[in-house]
Nanobody, 119 residues
Framework: QVQLVESGGGLVQPGGSLRLSCAAS????????MGWYRQAPGKQREFVAI???????NYADSVKGRFTISRDNAKNTLYLQINSLKPEDTAVYYC?????????????WGQGTQVTVSS
């Protein structure tokens, strides 16, 4: 069974930083890629960043240069370092894992962690 548990969210002032963590079961870390998505109030869930099993990364344009995705394979943990936070970064941040299958992909989500940017 694949399990993803996010943590590290909270209330932070504009310009501040946070590090989100996603503790994954061993099977989740064998996925083709893992990533972070976010959903702001009244908006659809959107892509933030992904990292492949080979370590390649990709970011949404809105977060490039401020967010860094990384993974610690020994700890089965995915991270998202968030710097220079803006009020528009306020959202629930979700961890996602995906494995390509024959005829279908297998997608797993965590429960989310709230990030609120406000003075």
């Amino acid at each position: 069974q694949v399990q993803l548990v996010e943590s590290g969210g909270g209330l932070v002032q504009p310009g501040g930083s946070l590090r989100l963590s996603c503790a994954a079961s061993r099977s989740a870390f064998s996925m083709n890629y893992m990533g972070w998505y976010r959903q702001a109030p009244g908006k659809q869930r959107e892509f933030v960043a992904i990292i492949t099993s080979g370590g390649g990364t990709n970011y949404a344009d809105s977060v490039k240069g401020r967010f860094t995705i990384s993974r610690d394979n020994a700890k089965n943990t995915l991270y998202l370092q968030i710097n220079s936070l803006k009020p528009e970064d306020t959202a629930v941040y979700y961890c996602k894992a995906e494995r390509y299958g024959v005829g279908r992909d297998y997608v797993y989500w965590g429960q989310g962690t709230q990030v609120t940017v406000s003075s």
